[in-house]
T-cell receptor, first 107, second 116 residues
Framework: DIQMTQSPSTVSASVGDRVIITCRASQSITWLAWYQQKPGKAPKLLIYKASSLEGGVSSRFSGSGSGTEFTLTINSLQPDDFATYYC??????????FGPGTKVDMK | EVQLVESGGALVQPGGSLRLSCAASGFTFSSYWMSWVRQPPGKGLEWVANIKTDGNEKHYVDSVKGRFTISRDNAQNSLYLQMDTLRAEDTAVYFCARAGDRNYFRGQGTLVTVSS
């Protein structure tokens, strides 16, 4: 099974900051997504296939990486960006796996 | 626009059963794999199950194998999750999602509470 880890688990940041979240897979993958989730809401797709920006998502969000190490970068953090972020591997339909999440809160 | 609306959540006793439904619209339902994902209160997301376009291939997370059954009705644009022998640790909000190169969640989820 493919295991996913994320770091940090929490990041305290201010409006205007750059935030970088790291996701690691236990084996090499191609299909990696990033989601933003706010309390009581469904996860919102931000990035798919590691680095492709979902339509309608701000260009302040970017994804990079390959193999087993991936990053989500949020440039110029905005008030609406305070949320929890999850990575997800979907390399094969037989098993999807989410990372444990990273909460971005206000410093 | 992709729309997914989950329903069927309830309070159920341990050992009981429940059937969740997901009504899909805004896309060609029969062309996409579909997923169920759950989120226990205050915790992270957990993938539960996937089903192929024609319903002939299904995959489950180990913790629900033998207890949960995913199914679909392409004529009704609907996805289902039959949950049997429910346990306290199955308590969660359950989301359905459209799977593919991009996985979409759209509904608010439906809450399943397993408690006596």
């Amino acid at each position: 099974d493919i295991q996913m880890t994320q770091s940090p688990s929490t990041v305290s940041a201010s409006v205007g900051d750059r935030v970088i979240i790291t996701c690691r897979a236990s084996q090499s993958i191609t299909w990696l997504a990033w989601y933003q989730q706010k309390p009581g809401k469904a996860p919102k797709l931000l990035i798919y296939k590691a680095s492709s920006l979902e339509g309608g998502v701000s260009s302040r969000f970017s994804g990079s990486g390959s193999g087993t190490e991936f990053t989500l970068t949020i440039n110029s953090l905005q008030p609406d960006d305070f949320a929890t972020y999850y990575c997800q591997q979907y390399n094969t339909y037989s098993l999807f796996t989410f990372g444990p999440g990273t909460k971005v809160d206000m410093k | 626009e992709v729309q997914l609306v989950e329903s069927g959540g309830a309070l159920v006793q341990p050992g009981g059963s429940l059937r969740l439904s997901c009504a899909a619209s805004g896309f060609t339902f029969s062309s996409y794999w579909m997923s169920w994902v759950r989120q226990p209160p205050g915790k992270g997301l957990e993938w539960v199950a996937n089903i192929k376009t024609d319903g002939n291939e299904k995959h489950y997370v180990d913790s629900v194998k033998g207890r949960f059954t995913i199914s679909r009705d392409n004529a009704q644009n609907s996805l289902y999750l039959q949950m049997d022998t429910l346990r306290a640790e199955d308590t969660a909000v359950y989301f359905c999602a459209r799977a593919g190169d991009r996985n979409y969640f759209r509904g608010q989820g439906t809450l399943v509470t397993v408690s006596s």
